[in-house]
Nanobody, 121 residues
Framework: QVQLVESGGGLVQAGGSLRLSCAAS????????MTWFRQAPGKQRELVAF???????NYADSVKGRFTISKDNAEKMGFLQMNSLKPEDTAVYYC???????????????WGQGTQVTVSS
């Protein structure tokens, strides 16, 4: 099974920006739908943003206007651009996606291991 690998997390001051990336662990044809989740210490995992196979995006109210989800099938990667970060955005961020692996007719779902984002006040 193909795994997803997130990168781009780190420590940033409030008001700063980070760009998270999500890539497959081996060769794929492309991304279908993709979702970013996050989980803060002591809290349940929550949906941050998703993009459908057709490119429609949706965001949690808490990040609307600050975060942008995108996917690049030429690069076979997904992204989460995070601007105007707040301390409450601190969490482990996870990528989940439906991947076209061997053909464009069927996809398989995959998760990443997560990347830590810490926003200091």
């Amino acid at each position: 099974q193909v795994q997803l690998v997130e990168s781009g997390g780190g420590l940033v001051q409030a008001g700063g920006s980070l760009r998270l990336s999500c890539a497959a662990s081996r060769s794929i044809l492309g991304f279908s739908a993709m979702t970013w989740f996050r989980q803060a210490p002591g809290k349940q995992r929550e949906l941050v943003a998703f993009v459908t196979a057709g490119g429609t995006t949706n965001y949690a109210d808490s990040v609307k206007g600050r975060f942008t989800i995108s996917k690049d099938n030429a690069e076979k990667m997904g992204f989460l651009q995070m601007n105007s970060l707040k301390p409450e955005d601190t969490a482990v961020y996870y990528c989940n996606a439906d991947l076209f692996v061997s053909n464009w007719r069927s996809s398989e779902n995959s998760w990443g291991q997560g990347t830590q984002v810490t926003v200091s006040s």
